[in-house]
């Protein structure tokens, strides 16, 4: 069905029946009905650590961006330099910056060629997001065009790839031998070895009308479906950071530890925010974010207080790591904060370890 901005009701992706008929728990999640586990969030969790899951991630935007300064416009527009693609297919993730510097948004952009470029945008930040990408587009020989016809199927796990060249005829000739953060094309099929989970995968956009015959492909050869929850640990657990949380309007990339997602090579790239980056940069930047490891029990929620020996902070995104059988968060706190803080949880103080994320990656415990 085609997606509409018509706020008044929850809107469905394509697989919204899939989802019910697997039993979904279906809730609310800006303005789109979607599944939060199908049962067990923590089976789910561990069926992309160690097999191979699936989410739908249809209610995300792809914008495609067309014409002769298609590139000169991305350049001005993000804050790393899409001039870094240049073999078709090949992925930059960055960030769209206002002029303070704050994050409007953290996408991915694919290379076509210099005057095709493919986006893609947060679900919860697209009405936002495009009004905020049209208003910069004015004056420059570029289309800005929304792709509200496709769907988005992400299979993630150490066995995700090949079970997507079983269950979808014709992607292992286009995909086999595809690099991590680049993406082929195979008729109306873009598939993109990039996820956020983690783990290995794709992330497969396609027709609306072919996304319920490719899930049940999937399903065949063994992919579990997975919901919101499973979703959220997963990344959490690969330190990645979310839109909303440990970064928005008024926080920088720098603030954020995105800073390898700015680039500041090209002196005459003079993007949006840049100004304000440089600034903040000779000034000094006074909060970033850390990973957090729970020493006893209990379970790290967002919001929470920090308390470090350099001054306070706050829990930007907290949850129990099924990997780790721990909790773990990511916090935002006063640069060189190093060893340990408190937590403060239900008014009494608890003891976490200062770590560095990413907490799990593609299995494997790393802090």
């Known amino acids: 069905m085609k ?14 029946q899939a989802h019910v008929d697997a039993q979904g728990k279906m809730v609310d999640f800006g303005d789109w009905e979607m599944p939060l586990n199908y049962g067990s969030q923590i089976e789910e969790h561990h069926q992309v650590r160690t097999d191979a899951g699936m989410f739908d991630v249809s209610h995300m935007t792809t914008v495609d961006f067309k014409g002769a300064q298609a590139k000169v416009f991305l350049q001005t527009l993000i804050a790393n330099d899409v001039d870094k693609l240049k073999t078709e297919g090949k992925a930059l ?13 953290d996408l991915i952009v694919y290379y076509i060629n210099d005057e095709d470029y493919r986006m893609v945008i947060n679900a919860g930040t697209t009405e936002k997001d495009i009004a905020w990408i049209n208003a910069q587009a004015q ?9 509200f016809d496709l769907a988005m199927i992400a299979v993630q796990g150490p066995n995700a790839r090949a079970k997507v060249f079983e269950a979808m005829p014709g992607v292992e ?9 680049n993406a082929a094309s195979l008729g109306g099929l873009f598939i993109a070895r990039t996820g956020y989970t983690g783990e290995d995968g ?16 999937l399903l065949e050869a063994g992919v579990k479906p997975c919901g919101l929850g499973a979703r959220d640990t997963l990344r959490l657990e690969a330190g990645m950071s979310l839109y909303g949380s ?29 100004d304000a980056l440089e600034e903040l940069k000779e000034k000094g930047v006074e909060m970033t974010i850390v990973g957090l490891v729970l020493e006893g029990k209990g379970v790290i929620r967002d919001h929470q207080k920090v308390v470090t020996s350099l001054g306070d902070g706050e ?8 990997t780790m059988g721990k909790a773990i968060a990511l916090a935002r706190v006063p640069m060189g904060t190093t060893g340990s803080c408190e937590i403060e949880m239900r008014n009494k103080m608890v003891s976490a370890k200062i770590v560095k994320p990413p907490f799990v990656r593609n299995g494997k415990v790393l802090v």
């Open 3 to 16: 997606r509409t901005s018509d706020t008044q009701q929850s809107r469905r992706t394509p697989l919204y």
């Open 93 to 105: 993730y960055s960030c769209m910056l206002n002029e303070s510097g704050g994050v409007v948004d």
């Open 139 to 147: 004056g420059f020989d570029v289309s800005v065009e929304p792709q």
């Open 173 to 181: 000739e286009v995909a086999g031998e595809l690099k991590p953060f």
């Open 202 to 217: 794709f992330e497969i956009m396609l027709p609306e009308k072919s996304a319920e015959f490719t899930w049940k492909m």
């Open 246 to 274: 440990e970064m928005n309007d008024e926080v920088s990339p720098l603030e954020a530890t995105l800073t390898w997602t700015v680039d500041l090579t090209n002196e005459d790239r003079r993007f949006v925010g840049r």
């Open 315 to 322: 829990v930007t995104s907290g949850t129990f790591s099924p």
